[in-house]
Structures are given as structure tokens and as C-alpha cells.
């Protein structure tokens, strides 16, 4: 892609994104240690700019400290020391995190310890009073109060990136929720927020083309309405589409849509050799960054001014190599 769509489809300054202090080796942990992450502190820490914050220190608590843990029921648990259970927590806690949930409006990030009382988005145990956890589990009290305080916030645990897939698709919805910020929710206009629709249209396709015709239809059909509220319902559904990683049918089913752009200005024989080579990544034989590329070189060359802004076709920086996995 040329210069000008890199600066257009990514960001020229680090992404702020909210984080738990201990991933970044700080001794916050109860045993006074912390749970350093190579992948938070490696490629991603060049495009991110880490907001650390531990709740469970903000509450008041000491380094170190006794363990705690999550007790009685999963619906409305409550924080105890694991050998102490006469004391009750959770109040202490809510207190320590609740001003900090204010200054989250201007992350476009989230990520968490996994496993924790606090900080764990899932999978959390709660025990009863027998000492043995309920079957069902729960979240962690900080990080429950977080995704209900920003719904729309892209939220992830450390341990859930190391899977290439959703690490990539964390990073792309850090990127566009980035973009949403600055390009529409800081100048609200309906222009704007018709420009954003059409710049992600590949990426959303990629997610749900059912939900991209939707929120097409959507904009149409609600031009006089409050432009708040228009913003809102948009970023709730598009959020709520790209959530989960893209399938490979529909990364198939985009590259063939943006190859058909090229119909007039690459040769038969060229676009043959290009459904090929998305053949095989259907097919599990290359990676995404294959078709990617080939693709890539056409559209700079010859495709037209709407499909070079797609987001789509470098929605982050491509040094991530995040597509190199999937």
C-alpha cells in the first residue's frame, strides 16, 4: 500500500490501551512478584501505550498480600481472603476501581490478567462454603464493572492473545475503535460516521455481510435522527459484529469481492493465478497474508480510489504480521 493509505488505514501515534499492572512486571502481585508478559511488552508495546493499573493495590491492599478469592453466589459474589472468611471485600475493592472506570474514555483497549478475582474476564471460580467451587464461573469484580461501565471497549485477556486468532482480531478492534474515536466520536457528523461505515465495509463484510447490509440500511433509514444516538446504535452494532474472529469463508468471500474490482484493469489470466492463490488459503494451504499481498500489489497499482481505503486491507500496522498465523 502506498504511504498515504498507511497513514489513512492505521495510526501515527501509539495506541493508548488499558492494562493490569502486573503484565508489565510491576510487583503488585499478592506474593509481591508479577506475571510479565513478553507478548504485551514485545511488537505490541511499539503501537500501544499502556495505561497500567492494579486494583486490587488501588483498593489499599498490601504488597504482598494474603491470597483472596471469589466466595458464595456466582451472580453476586463476594471478595474474601481465601483463610479468612469473615471478612467481606468486595466493597473495598469497588471503592479502590470505581473512579479509575471514568478515565477509560479515552483508551481504545483493554487487557487483563486471566485467573483473577479482580481482573479474570472469565472463568473465574467462586467457592462455597464446603470449600469447593461452584460448576458455574464468574468474572472478576474489576474487570465485570469495566465491561459494564464500556461495553463497546475492546476487552481481552493476556492469556486468550496467545492464540493468533484472537489476538489478531483484538488488535484490529483496538484499531477501529481508535479510528471510531478520532474520526467520528471527536467530529460528529453524519458525514463522518458514513465515511467510517464505508471504509470498514470489507472488514465488516468479512465478520457479517448480513450486518453490513443491516447497518447500511440502518444509516439510510436514520438520517434525521439524533446524531448521538445514531452514533451509538452504529458502534454498538458494528462492535458487536467484529467481536468474534472473521471465518476463512469470509475473508474468501471479500478478496473475491475486492478481486472483482480489478476486473477491468488486471488481466484474466493474472486474476485467474489471484483465485488460485485464495483457493489455497480456503483450503488451509497458505495464510491470509498470501492472497493478502498478491491482492495488495493490484489495488496499488490499478484499483480504484474506494477500494484503496479500505480498512480492510491493512487495518493495523503490518509489521504486527498478525495475518502471517491465521
Given at each position: ?43 505490541l508495546a511499539q503501537h500501544f ?108 485477556e493476556e492469556g486468550r492473545l ?51 447490509k443491516e447497518l447500511g440500511r ?109
Amino acid at each position: 500500500m502506498t504511504d498515504q493509505n498507511q497513514t489513512n488505514n492505521t495510526s501515527p501515534h501509539k495506541i493508548p490501551v488499558g492494562i493490569s499492572s502486573c503484565l508489565l512486571g510491576e510487583n503488585v502481585r499478592y506474593n509481591g512478584g508479577h506475571t510479565q508478559s513478553k507478548m504485551c511488552l514485545g511488537i505490541l508495546a511499539q503501537h500501544f501505550e499502556y495505561q497500567p493499573f492494579c486494583p486490587e493495590v488501588a483498593a489499599g491492599f498490601g504488597i504482598p498480600r494474603p491470597t483472596m478469592r471469589l466466595t458464595g453466589d456466582p451472580h453476586n459474589p463476594v471478595l474474601q481472603f481465601s483463610d479468612d472468611d469473615k471478612q467481606d471485600l468486595t466493597q473495598q475493592l469497588k471503592d479502590g476501581f470505581h473512579e479509575q472506570l471514568d478515565k477509560y474514555d479515552a483508551v481504545d483497549g483493554y487487557i487483563l490478567m486471566k485467573n483473577s478475582p479482580s481482573c479474570g474476564m472469565e472463568r473465574i471460580k467462586v467457592y462455597q462454603e464446603n470449600g469447593y467451587p461452584h460448576e458455574e464461573r464468574t468474572r472478576g469484580l474489576f474487570a465485570d464493572a469495566l465491561i459494564a461501565a464500556w461495553p463497546m471497549l475492546p476487552i481481552e485477556e493476556e492469556g486468550r492473545l496467545h492464540d493468533p486468532r484472537l489476538r489478531e482480531n483484538f488488535v484490529m478492534r483496538v484499531f477501529s475503535h481508535y479510528h471510531f474515536r478520532h474520526e467520528v466520536q471527536e467530529q460528529p457528523t453524519y458525514h463522518n460516521l458514513l465515511q467510517y461505515h464505508s471504509k470498514h465495509k470489507y472488514l465488516l463484510m468479512a465478520h457479517s455481510q448480513k450486518t453490513y447490509k443491516e447497518l447500511g440500511r440502518f444509516l439510510a433509514e436514520s438520517r434525521q435522527a439524533p446524531l448521538e444516538e445514531l452514533m451509538e446504535s452504529y458502534f454498538t452494532r458494528f462492535t458487536e459484529a467484529i467481536r468474534k474472529p472473521a471465518s476463512r469463508k469470509g475473508h474468501c468471500n471479500v478478496l473475491q469481492h475486492i478481486l472483482g474490482h480489478l476486473k477491468r484493469s488486471v488481466s484474466g489470466e493474472a486474476r485467474q493465478s489471484i483465485l488460485a492463490v485464495i483457493e489455497q488459503y480456503r483450503r488451509g494451504e497458505v495464510n491470509l497474508t498470501t492472497p493478502m499481498t498478491l491482492l495488495a500489489h493490484y489495488v496499488e497499482q490499478t484499483g480504484d480510489e474506494f477500494v484503496q481505503s479500505q480498512r480492510y486491507l491493512l487495518p493495523y500496522p503490518a509489521e504486527l504480521g498478525l495475518r502471517n498465523q491465521l
